[in-house]
């Protein structure tokens, strides 16, 4: 296929860059969208990262389901191209900061580039700076995030990186990858989404116990397995979550 020898070129070419330090040249537009039509379904996903990757003019790829990076081993990553040692090195770290960070803060920077420091002690490969970029995206109700490694002292296009984020969302939406585990609002029980609505009128534990019927006690260790479940601190975070993902 005509796509796999450019794009098979396109990563050489890009290795090149890396090895001797310099960025790698992004690609057009044109040649992006083109390159994009002849791969629509999940079989493709890889090979449309490094498209969208190219194009941004980063050098590496990691595609993750964000919002399952505080679950145990490494089923939130979707497809990569960094080093095996490096992501399961950087797991913890992404835990750490999705845990730090409320749920408003995740709405509000959705397809807002981050730019972060790996940690000192990482090994990084040939041509690639310390800094990364974060790019978070919604497929449905579940969340994603691109992350790029680029080479040192290049510049990345805010624009261009809005419009990979966009795209790797259509991209995963075909992807496997997006159905490692369910949506988190399958994994809530019948009582705890009653508690979550409950919580979202207003009412108290005491209130809510009344109306149904069980014990203050038994409707606290309900809410508390809700916030668990959707990665969230506090019941004003939990209610955010509901109506972001038409829970309530």
């Known amino acids: 296929m005509e796509f796999e020898t450019w794009q098979s070129g396109r990563g050489r070419v890009g290795l090149a860059f890396a090895a001797s330090g310099a960025a790698p040249v992004p690609v057009s537009r044109e040649k992006m969208i083109e390159a994009l039509v002849k791969m629509a379904d999940a079989s493709h996903l890889p090979n449309a990262m490094r498209v969208l990757t190219d194009y941004v003019g980063a050098s590496r790829f990691l595609l993750t389901r964000y919002d399952l990076v505080l679950e145990q081993g490494l089923d939130f990553v979707v497809t990569s191209d960094w080093p095996f040692d490096l992501v399961r090195r950087l797991s913890a770290e992404l835990a750490s900061v999705y845990a730090r960070t409320t749920e408003y803060e995740k709405c509000m920077l959705l397809l807002q580039p981050k730019f972060l ?5 990482i090994i990084l490969p040939a041509g690639v700076g310390r800094q990364y970029c974060s790019l978070t995206f919604n497929v449905g109700r579940a969340r994603f995030a691109v992350m790029l490694l680029f080479a040192e002292g290049a510049i990345l296009s805010h624009e261009r990186l809005r419009e990979i984020g966009l795209l790797a969302g259509y991209y995963s939406s075909f992807s496997r990858g997006s159905e490692v585990k369910s949506d988190r ?3 809530l029980t019948e009582r705890e989404l009653e508690c979550l609505f409950w919580i979202a009128e207003g009412k108290t534990s005491d209130e809510i116990a009344v ?4 014990s203050r006690n038994t409707i606290n260790n ?5 916030m668990r ?3 969230t601190k506090t019941r004003s975070e939990a209610i955010a979550y509901a109506v972001r993902n038409n829970l309530v």
């Open 211 to 214: 109306i149904l019927g069980i």
């Open 229 to 231: 479940k959707t990665a």
């Open 222 to 226: 309900y809410i508390t397995s809700v």
């Open 185 to 187: 609002d399958f994994e």
């Open 117 to 121: 420091l790996l940690p000192e002690e």
